[in-house]
């Protein structure tokens, strides 16, 4: 996380007296860690962190002393003892809490994988998880493989329901201040990137209230999200489903599950 200025300090309401570098510093350089690279050495950290490579080398040091990273002396990796962050955010917030039993339930009715979904600067963030599963042979319940995302995951927002969504509930200030100077990944042929065409297609999603992404973030993948609103109006989360062309086509998804994600969000109004 390279240094930040005096403005963006009073922008993200902070004094300059009260913001820790060093603690930045260490929270970017455990950022720096996602399914793209796993493990890392001082230089790769100090390039993905935005910090110089002898403070990188500190910083993974010390992390690997207090048990967060491991270390074969050379290159460094997450260790479980991050997941103590999750499991206490997934144990003690109101959101996931609040979400998952309707996530059941969908998942029940429906047999297919439903997730509850908050938005995280460029990216989504899987905080709450449901899918039919294969029971007992006698059940005969569809086993349903929701394109190998987990609770936790992030993906980019650009590219999925959820994502434009989110994106969607934002103001136009805020969108166009969100995609200023971004470049956005091409992931399937499908995924919509020049900046004209997504911002239209969020202006869209905006005024329909709900987002069909078919294949743009994985081929084979159809998904369908819908806004979830608390009791003054906010958008707190997103909720989606998603399905195979196979198992579900996009106009039956939207067709058949739209209602039943809307009815679902309503219900959660005065949870959330």
Not at 166 to 185: N, V
Request: aromatic letters at 4%; glycine letters at 6%; a positive charge.
């Amino acid at each position: 996380m390279p240094a930040r200025s005096r403005h963006d300090l009073v922008r993200a309401g902070i004094a300059h007296v009260d913001f820790i570098e060093g603690m930045a510093k260490g929270m970017a350089v455990l950022e720096s860690f996602d399914t793209e690279r796993q493990r890392l050495n001082a230089t790769l950290t100090a390039e993905r962190a935005g910090i110089t490579r002898a403070a990188a080398r500190r910083h993974l040091l010390t992390l690997a002393h207090l048990g967060y990273l491991e270390t074969d002396g050379s290159y460094f990796w997450l260790s479980s003892k991050v997941l103590r962050f999750s499991g206490s955010y997934l144990a003690s917030a109101r959101l996931p809490r609040a979400i998952q039993p309707t996530l059941n339930r969908l998942a029940l009715q429906a047999r297919l994988a439903f997730s509850g979904v908050v938005l995280d600067r460029d990216e989504v963030v899987i905080v709450a998880r449901s899918g039919a599963e294969r029971g007992a042979a006698e059940s005969g319940a569809q086993r349903i493989i929701a394109y190998g995302v987990h609770l936790g995951a992030r993906l980019p927002a650009h590219a999925t329901s959820t994502g434009r969504v989110l994106l969607a509930a934002l103001s136009r200030a805020q969108l166009a201040s969100w995609m200023k100077g971004r470049s956005f990944a091409r992931l399937t042929p499908l995924t919509r990137t020049e900046p004209r065409e997504l911002r239209a297609t969020i202006e869209q999603v905006r005024r329909q209230d709900w987002c069909l992404a078919s294949e743009e973030h994985e081929l084979g993948v159809h998904a369908l999200a819908v806004p979830v609103r608390n009791a003054a109006g906010v958008t707190v989360a997103a909720l989606n489903a998603v399905s195979s062309p196979q198992r579900v086509s996009a106009h039956a998804l939207q067709g058949e599950l739209l209602p039943l994600l809307q009815e679902a969000a309503h219900e959660l109004r005065p949870l959330v």
